[in-house]
């Protein structure tokens, strides 16, 4: 009996790519501080947090759509994504699938490595 082996596709770093995540959790860093100081997900410690978060969000992503050369009708609205690479980085994921568990993963590690969360952060990350 043979076996046929799986092709597969190598993975594509596609716009999330490690190094920008790095960028995006030290300019967080730089911005609100570290994770530990923040209220929740969404909730860095300012006057106005959920709006000044919005607002950083919109300036990197601003900066983001430049770097990449992306037209702002193409860029409309997915400045929002910043808000979901953030989420995988700081909140437990129980049921991740496929492509989710490289985007959590990559966040998580990205966050770590800008020293934007802690290690005493990662295993409640990882075991809830």
């Known amino acids: 009996?043979?076996?046929?082996?799986?092709?597969?596709?190598?993975?594509?770093?596609?716009?999330?790519?490690?190094?920008?995540?790095?960028?995006?959790?030290?300019?967080?860093k730089k911005e609100f501080g570290?994770?530990?100081?923040?209220?929740?997900?969404?909730?860095?410690?300012?006057?106005?947090?959920?709006?000044?978060l919005e607002n950083f969000q919109k300036e990197v992503g601003n900066?983001?759509?430049?770097?990449?050369?992306?037209?702002?009708?193409?860029?409309?609205?997915?400045?929002?994504?910043l808000n979901q690479q953030l989420a995988f980085a700081v909140t437990p994921q129980p049921t991740l699938t496929g492509t989710q568990v490289l985007n959590w993963a990559g966040n998580m590690i990205a966050a770590k490595e800008a020293g934007f969360i802690t290690n005493k952060h990662i295993p409640d990350l990882v075991l809830k």
């Open 34 to 52: 570290t994770y530990s100081k923040w209220t929740s997900v969404n909730l860095p410690p300012s006057e106005n947090p959920a709006k000044d």
């Open 63 to 81: 900066l983001y759509q430049h770097l990449e050369g992306i037209s702002p009708a193409k860029w409309e609205n997915k400045w929002k994504s």
């Open 1 to 28: 009996m043979t076996v046929k082996k799986k092709q597969t596709k190598p993975f594509k770093p596609g716009f999330w790519s490690h190094e920008r995540r790095v960028d995006y959790y030290t300019k967080l």
